[in-house]
């Protein structure tokens, strides 16, 4: 990463080409360090355990409904204004 990031510079390429040098640099990380954890570790295998997780959903549903309400009555405003004045208005 730090070569390609110098090599940009040097060359004055713009912002596309320093997020795919950051991009391909993680990707190359994260396949590095699957194959390390494979290596070393066996592959999880995921299990659903509904006994566990049925009363945590149930008390935490009401969390979850409140957040979304939330999340609406944050963003109805952008959507009134854009309706009632126009998307200028919004940016």
């Given at each position: 990463m730090l070569a390609g990031?110098?090599?940009?510079?040097?060359?004055?390429?713009?912002?596309?080409y320093?997020?795919?040098?950051?991009v391909f640099s993680s990707s190359i990380i994260l396949v590095q360090t699957l194959l390390?954890?494979?290596?070393?570790f066996s592959i999880p295998k995921i299990e659903f355990d509904r006994s566990f997780w049925k009363p945590?959903?149930?008390?935490?549903w009401p969390f979850?409904?409140?957040a979304l309400f939330m999340n609406?009555?944050?963003l109805i405003d952008s959507v009134l204004l854009?309706?009632?004045v126009g998307t200028t208005?919004?940016?």
């Open positions: 990031t110098l090599i940009g510079i040097y060359y004055h390429f713009n912002v596309i320093f997020a795919s040098v950051y390390i954890y494979v290596w070393k945590k959903i149930k008390e935490a979850g409904v409140t609406i009555y944050f854009s309706i009632m208005v919004v940016g």
